[in-house]
């Protein structure tokens, strides 16, 4: 029985009738995206369920490097670096929020990132990139190769330069995903196990998700957080332009007060994080969906923190990880309401920033899913409707 205020099959009024049993709104996908798409619709009053197959943040939401970088990466500078810039100030927001409603301190911190340059041709991309950071307020120091030493004295490597950053944050990527999680929960969303394995659909219109077990669970909306796996044709869910780009970090035990820094050259990185280990990094790699720690991989960060830092020869690893970014075809993150359905929604696709980026991804869903964007509307260079989906 419906009770005359609920829209049937799109949203509960609230009270008990029979549409109540249905969420206003089914995410799947327990990573950063869902979490804080999840996160945000509740704050907003709607009734969520997420649905996730494995455990909340057990791929490459709970395993990254946890950094808010807005100085690199595809996209900046250019489209992506006004969003970076706002995906730190709501970090800044959220995470005395997230600790007030969990308990959960998600360790963002402030760090200094020191980019290495080590020849001529080096230290000019530097100088390129001390420019048109200042131009947008980002704070940065250029340093010679003396100065690097000085800093990083176990930097004993060839050197032409180095800039400081002093724009850069990070938090624990595990520890923020489970606070969103545990957030949402607290603030009255539902969480269930499930493998979703296609649409509940009335025409164009999508009703809910069918599981793997053979159950389905209606919904007014669906939101389609599922990172890299959104790729993957072989399930009856529509088909992103997405591919899952493997990455690797070694954590190391090496005592000491040196690397203050998160230094980096290349694509290769050292940073000691507050649990005293140093991290290293990493490496990109298109081997579709396996996500298992390789000892190539290993060799080959093991390389380049040598080639750096050659006083981590001694270092002992502790822990090697390996998981998957979702990358989309043009770079940029895929967001809002999907062309050919109604009521289905994407939040995917942001690569290698998916920590940085959720905050102002969640909002951006949130306000695609009800219809009031607020102060983060979807720029046109993320919006879904620039793909079709098979
Ligand atoms: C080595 C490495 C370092 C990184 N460092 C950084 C960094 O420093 N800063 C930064 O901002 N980003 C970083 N990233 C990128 C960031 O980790 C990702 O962009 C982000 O975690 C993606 O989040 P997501 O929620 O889209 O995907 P995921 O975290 O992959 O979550 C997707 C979830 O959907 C679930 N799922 C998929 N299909 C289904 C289905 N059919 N039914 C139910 N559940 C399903 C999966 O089980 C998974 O839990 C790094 C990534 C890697 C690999």
Request: charged share 25%; aromatic share 6%.
């Amino acid at each position: 029985m419906e009770c005359g205020r609920c829209v049937p099959g799109r949203r509960s009024c609230g009270t008990r009738c029979d549409v109540t049993s249905a969420p206003d709104v089914i995410v799947v996908g327990g990573g950063a995206a869902g979490a804080s798409v999840a996160y945000e619709l509740v704050k907003r009053g709607l009734g969520v369920t997420m649905i996730e197959r494995d455990s909340i943040a057990s791929h490459a939401s709970g395993f990254a490097y946890g950094g808010l970088f807005p100085t690199m990466g595809a996209g900046i500078p250019g489209p992506i670096l006004s969003h970076a810039k706002r995906g730190i100030s709501l970090h800044k927001r959220l995470a005395p929020e997230l600790e007030d409603a969990t308990g959960i301190d998600i360790e963002l911190r402030a760090v200094r990132s020191l980019d290495l340059a080590v020849n001529e041709d080096g230290y000019r991309h530097l100088q390129e990139s001390v420019k048109w950071q200042r131009e947008e307020d980002l704070e940065v120091d250029l340093l010679d190769a003396d100065g690097v030493r000085s800093e990083e004295p176990s930097l004993t490597g060839e050197l032409t330069g180095g800039l400081v950053q002093r724009s850069h944050f990070e938090v624990d990527s595990y520890k923020y995903t489970l606070a969103l999680v545990t957030a949402f929960e607290r603030a009255g969303g539902s969480h269930q196990p499930g493998d979703v394995v296609g649409l509940l659909r009335d025409g164009d219109r999508v009703t809910g998700v069918a599981l793997g077990n053979g159950s389905s669970v209606p919904g007014g909306s669906v939101v389609l957080a599922t990172g890299p796996w959104s790729g993957d044709g072989s399930k009856g869910l529509p088909h992103f332009p997405v591919k899952p780009k493997k990455g690797e970090i070694l954590r190391l035990r090496f005592p000491g007060r040196d690397f203050v820094h998160r230094i980096s050259l290349a694509g290769h990185y050292i940073a000691r994080k507050p649990d005293g280990l140093v991290w290293v990094g990493t490496t990109e790699e298109d081997v579709g969906f396996d996500d298992r720690p390789s000892t190539a991989a290993r060799d080959s960060i093991m390389a380049g923190t040598l080639a750096l830092a050659p006083v981590l020869e001694s270092a002992e690893i502790v822990q090697h990880t390996a998981c998957l970014r979702p990358v989309t075809s043009d770079e940029m993150p895929i967001l809002g309401a999907m062309p050919g359905y109604d009521g289905l929604f994407a939040a995917n696709g942001a690569g290698k920033k998916g920590i940085l980026l959720s905050p102002v991804m969640g909002r951006m869903v949130a306000g695609a899913v009800t219809g009031n964007s607020g102060r983060d509307p979807i720029p046109v260079e993320f919006d879904a409707a620039r793909f079709t989906y098979g």
